[in-house]
């Protein structure tokens, strides 16, 4: 013990620096043997054992700290800009002072970097030895940054910070009373994201009795709760919460909801066959059974038309094939199948077009248009005619058009009509200005010189006559007009 302390004493006492003669060997190799000597001492007196000990500078600050790494990387800098403005000043041409290399690395954390059988035979060595293990501090985030994670802010504070972006730790928000208050400051910064991420902490954190029972007197963070069970499919929480809220109705339509999640048909008809025991409102009854009649009837015209198209017994089948199944397909989308290939079915025919529509109480206005459609995409030009034509009680007959014949008449344009037939329509449009405007659009040139003929129009006529064809039956028919004396022009 006391030869150490007389090691550390000649140490301390001693100074590896002398003073500058022209004698003096200034090379590079005494002054690595005084590294050397140093290195050497230093190791006698620390302590190998001791290295779980926190070792400290002169300055007190824990070696291995940041600030002490700033300021060992800041005095190799210097020393190292020092000896080269010395090497500058001694103005000697028989040699040049080599400059020092700055290290970063410490002495303490060259031994710690070393096994501790082995030593180093020079500094040099130490420095250049590529096995050596870097055991240089890593610079640490600043603090300011952990307070995101670990700081101790209220409930209000972290939902400002939550709007901010920035990530914060819920967990410290441990009582029921802490969570309460974090969520209606959550509901009272007018952010959904923040409500949702604290109703998923609540949901994660408290028993479901408790979060619905306060949830039912806070309604804004309620309604944030079913959207996201809702949207994230968590189907059986959902429904544990509108039971405890006595929301029969839409219970029974969460329940409802699952058909979309079963793929066999059969299978999806007997669920729909037990929803329409569920709870539900009237007016909702009425379509869950309309839901499962349609989709009985598509299941019987389905089997139909396969063994149909399989056969060829169908020239209709076979001139136009089916481009997918009917199976799950909605009211209108049957409709304009059953029309388009079932047109002339009797009614008693489950793919009768007039059977869908007196089962599903199809209005006028929806059939006209739906079969219309089907059958001008046919070029059926006689059903057009058929369907369009209404018969009163004394046996006359009419066209009649529930959803107008300025729509008729785009309708049948859209499927290639013939002039003949667009014409036929066109006429039948009762705004004059609507009639001229789709006869010029469509050129049905009949059409517009009749209607300038009855509004005794004489300019718009011979401006007309431009354009139509030189020759044509169209301009004979307008000089025809316009020589007529008995019409009493008005222009």
């Known amino acids: 013990m006391s030869r150490v302390r007389a090691d550390e004493e000649e140490y301390w006492h001693s100074s590896k620096f002398r003073a500058f003669t022209f004698d003096d060997e200034d090379d590079e190799l005494s002054q690595l043997k005084e590294s050397k000597r140093a290195v050497n001492s230093l190791r006698d007196i620390v302590d190998d054992d001791d290295d779980d000990l926190e070792r400290v500078s002169w300055s007190g600050e824990p070696v291995g700290s940041i600030s002490w790494s700033?300021?060992?990387?800041?005095?190799?800098?210097?020393?190292?800009?020092?000896?080269?403005?010395?090497?500058?000043?001694?103005?000697?041409?028989?040699?040049?002072?080599?400059?020092?290399?700055?290290?970063?690395?410490?002495?303490?954390?060259?031994?710690?970097?070393?096994?501790?059988?082995?030593?180093?035979?020079?500094?040099?060595?130490?420095?250049?030895?590529?096995?050596?293990?870097?055991?240089?501090?890593?610079?640490?985030?600043?603090?300011?940054?952990?307070?995101?994670?670990?700081?101790?802010?209220?409930?209000?504070?972290?939902v400002r910070r939550m709007q901010r972006g920035k990530v914060c730790s819920l967990e410290r928000f441990r009582s029921l009373q802490d969570k309460l208050v974090l969520l209606d400051e959550a509901v009272a910064g007018h952010d959904g994201n923040v409500i949702t991420a604290v109703l998923i902490f609540l949901k994660r954190t408290l028993r479901r009795e408790i979060l619905f029972r306060e949830l039912e007197v806070r309604q804004v963070a309620l309604c944030h709760l079913i959207h996201f069970l809702r949207e994230t499919g968590e189907q059986k929480f959902l429904l544990d919460l509108l039971r405890f809220l006595d929301r029969t109705e839409e219970v029974a339509l969460s329940q409802y909801r699952e058909h979309l999640n079963i793929q066999d048909v059969e299978k999806r008809r007997e669920f729909l066959k037990g929803c329409i025991g569920l709870p539900f409102s009237a007016e909702d009854t009425s379509h869950i059974q309309d839901h499962?009649?349609?989709?009985?009837?598509?299941?019987?015209?389905?089997?139909?038309?396969?063994?149909?198209?399989?056969?060829?017994?169908?020239?209709?089948?076979?001139?136009?094939?089916?481009?997918?199944?009917?199976?799950?397909?909605?009211?209108?989308?049957?409709?304009?199948?059953?029309?388009?290939?079932?047109?002339?079915?009797?009614?008693?025919?489950?793919?009768?077009?007039?059977?869908?529509?007196?089962?599903?109480?199809?209005?006028?206005?929806?059939?006209?248009?739906?079969?219309?459609?089907?059958?001008?995409?046919l070029r059926?030009?006689?059903?057009?005619?058929?369907?369009?034509?209404?018969?009163?009680?004394?046996?006359?007959?009419?066209?009649?058009?529930?959803?107008?014949?300025?729509?008729?008449?785009?309708?049948?344009?859209?499927?290639?009509?013939?002039?003949?037939?667009?014409?036929?329509?066109?006429?039948?449009?009762?705004?004059?200005?609507?009639?001229?405007?789709?006869?010029?659009?469509?050129?049905?040139?009949?059409?517009?010189?009749?209607?300038?003929?009855?509004?005794?129009?004489?300019?718009?006529?011979?401006?007309?006559?431009?354009?139509?064809?030189?020759g044509s039956a169209e301009e004979e028919k307008i000089n025809s007009i316009l020589s007529n004396t008995q019409i009493r022009w008005k222009n």
């Open 380 to 470: 059926a030009w006689g059903d057009v005619d058929a369907l369009l034509t209404t018969k009163n009680w004394l046996g006359y007959t009419k066209k009649k058009a529930p959803i107008g014949f300025h729509r008729v008449v785009e309708i049948l344009q859209r499927n290639n009509a013939p002039v003949q037939v667009l014409q036929e329509y066109v006429r039948l449009v009762e705004d004059v200005e609507t009639r001229l405007n789709l006869a010029t659009k469509y050129k049905c040139h009949d059409v517009v010189i009749e209607t300038y003929r009855d509004l005794k129009d004489r300019i718009q006529l011979t401006a007309y006559k431009g354009k139509v064809e030189r």
């Open 70 to 158: 700033i300021k060992e990387t800041a005095s190799g800098s210097t020393s190292s800009l020092d000896g080269r403005d010395s090497s500058l000043q001694k103005g000697s041409s028989s040699y040049a002072a080599l400059p020092k290399q700055a290290s970063s690395y410490s002495l303490s954390s060259l031994f710690k970097g070393r096994n501790k059988l082995s030593s180093f035979q020079s500094l040099s060595d130490a420095l250049t030895d590529t096995g050596v293990k870097n055991y240089a501090p890593e610079l640490r985030r600043p603090k300011a940054e952990y307070k995101d994670y670990s700081g101790d802010w209220s409930p209000k504070d972290t």
């Open 292 to 377: 499962y009649t349609l989709l009985e009837r598509q299941i019987i015209i389905e089997a139909n038309d396969r063994h149909l198209e399989m056969a060829g017994q169908s020239e209709l089948f076979r001139k136009y094939p089916r481009k997918a199944s009917i199976l799950n397909m909605p009211l209108v989308t049957t409709l304009f199948y059953s029309c388009f290939y079932h047109y002339t079915e009797a009614e008693g025919m489950f793919s009768s077009p007039t059977n869908l529509k007196k089962t599903f109480k199809i209005p006028d206005k929806q059939y006209v248009l739906t079969a219309l459609a089907a059958r001008a995409k």
